[in-house]
């Protein structure tokens, strides 16, 4: 979290700098407090709704699979646009019927289909989450079926444990289950011996880089049973680091990068930006994936809000703010639920005057 802070941060004083601007965004955090499952949709409904009280004109946020729906709703009902730094569940019927969700991840189904063409696969084993399975695979299949209609590849499916502790149990499960299927499988075509020389192709697809790198430990400390593998990993957050003890091993590791951490022009307006906020925030060295993407999502919105006020007029704004403020329709804030509001208890329903022009200028932007 606090990286992500630091690239938004970051963002933050990137476009305020721009001379050519001719708006200035000022970003609100709110940091979620640890929430259960069970009540997270309430709780987390609550949180967003008692924020748009004061007002804001674009939320920014990193969702998951489980709480993407409660951002979404509350973004279209609210006609607040939703610029999210994960992928959001833009393979959903419900994500392509949102006007109001924007995602500045790429999602990796494209980067995993060219691989599996590329390496000549014809059979995956997928490791997943859940949730995101639906996700992921629907967009493999789709684009798969685009570029390439006659190029087959059989999927089997396998849910890792939500807990990270039982990793290394599963995985040595796993890793047994797949050596004894091609015994079989050997056994049945008499070709006794080739066992060895087939390596199992798995695509591990877990959300944030914590689970992706108690997997890679859980598959440090695991039983190979004299097999090949080539694990392929669905996310960008891997490092060289990551990767140190398997050089010698019969595991085959791939992973993806964005985000390259050395860029000059990177390096030189981090440093511009901790020796002016290091005083007053928490700065920290290593930045992941996720964090790149924050910073891009503050740097969409900002250049929507400057596209729309080029395009409606100085003055479209002018009424919208005071004392950061905001205000909708000539009454402060924005309100879920309009009794809420003791203030003006006559107050009814209202959504975001301006979040239709603010959400085409993120399509603009983002196209």
Avoid at 44 to 68: P, Q, S, W
Avoid at 176 to 183: A, G, K, P, W
Avoid at 221 to 241: G, I, P, Q, R, T
Avoid at 284 to 309: E, G, I, K, N, Q
Wanted: charged fraction near 25%.
């Amino acid at each position: 979290m606090i990286a992500s802070l630091q690239m938004l941060r970051l963002a933050e004083l990137t476009f305020n700098s721009r001379p050519d601007a001719v708006v200035d965004v000022l970003l609100g955090t709110r940091e979620l407090p640890p929430l259960q499952r069970s009540t997270l949709m309430w709780n987390l409904n609550r949180i967003v709704c008692d924020e748009m009280k004061l007002g804001f004109m674009t939320m920014l946020a990193g969702t998951h699979t489980y709480n993407y729906g409660v951002y979404q709703a509350i973004a279209d009902s609210m006609m607040v646009p939703l610029v999210d730094w994960e992928v959001s569940d833009v393979r959903s019927a419900d994500a392509k019927r949102s006007p109001m969700t924007f995602s500045v991840r790429p999602p990796v189904d494209h980067i995993l289909v060219d691989y599996i063409k590329y390496k000549g696969w014809s059979h995956v084993v997928y490791i997943h989450d859940g949730a995101n399975a639906d996700r992921t695979l629907h967009g493999m299949f789709e684009y798969l079926n685009g570029e390439s209609p006659g190029y087959n590849v059989y999927v089997d499916n396998f849910r890792a444990p939500s807990d990270e502790e039982f990793f290394r149990e599963f995985l040595n499960d796993f890793h047994r289950r797949m050596s004894l299927s091609q015994v079989k499988k050997d056994n049945i075509s008499g070709d006794e011996g080739a066992e060895s020389v087939r390596p199992v192709h798995v695509i591990v697809d877990l959300e944030g880089g914590y689970r992706m790198r108690m997997f890679l430990r859980a598959l440090d400390e695991s039983v190979l049973v004299k097999k090949e593998y080539h694990y392929v990993f669905a996310n960008f957050e891997m490092e060289d680091a990551d990767l140190a003890s398997f050089h010698y091993s019969l595991i085959n590791i791939t992973g993806f990068q964005l985000f390259d951490r050395m860029d000059k022009k990177f390096l030189q307006n981090k440093k511009l930006f901790e020796d002016m906020y290091r005083e007053r925030i928490s700065t920290v060295d290593y930045l992941p994936a996720s964090s790149a993407f924050a910073h891009d999502a503050l740097l969409v919105a900002a250049s929507a809000l400057d596209r729309t006020v080029r395009k409606h007029g100085l003055s479209l704004f002018s009424s919208s703010f005071s004392r950061h403020q905001l205000f909708n329709r000539g009454l402060p804030g924005l309100y879920c639920r309009p009794h809420e509001d003791r203030d003006h208890p006559d107050r009814k329903f209202e959504p975001f005057e301006f979040g239709d022009e603010i959400a085409e200028s993120i399509k603009e932007v983002l196209n």
